[in-house]
């Protein structure tokens, strides 16, 4: 499992990539603040807790797909932490009501078309890799 982060407006979203199922995994509570124009990863988390909650009880297959993963956190410790792939984000995110909801679509969608390139052509993934690194040391 290799962990990345990716840059959606400026918001770090963690993510790790199974190299086993060639699926990437996204840090919900990351998701979330970004939709929800918070901030503060409390209130993200627990907006996530009520929203989870209030899924299940609606019998939501989504929130039954999400896993748990040790991601890095601002703190540098790694803790286990609520991911998704992309398409069972993509289901979440239907059930926030939020203006970043259609950015976050097409976002997730050109984060997968970024890894098939990567896997025609590995030194892709490297460019990205030196371009994320370069804007992160400015």
Not at 68 to 79: F, I, V
Not at 119 to 124: G, K
Request: with cysteine; net charge positive; hydrophobic share 35%.
């Amino acid at each position: 499992m290799k962990n990345d982060l990716a840059v959606f407006e400026n918001h770090e979203i963690r993510r790790a990539y199974d190299e086993k199922t060639e699926t990437w995994f996204f840090s919900i509570i990351d998701i979330i603040c970004v939709l929800i124009q918070q901030p503060d990863y409390q209130i993200a988390r627990n907006y996530w807790k009520v929203l989870k909650n209030r899924l299940k009880k609606e019998g939501n297959e989504s929130v039954t797909n999400c896993n748990q993963l040790k991601l890095e956190a601002s703190d540098g410790k790694k803790y286990l932490t609520d991911v998704a792939t992309a398409e069972t984000l993509l289901r979440l995110v239907q059930s926030i009501p939020s203006p970043k909801a259609e950015p976050i679509k097409l976002w997730l969608a050109k984060v997968g078309y970024e890894r098939m390139q990567e896997m025609a052509d590995p030194a892709q993934s490297l460019d990205r890799a030196r371009e994320t690194w370069h804007r992160k040391t400015r």
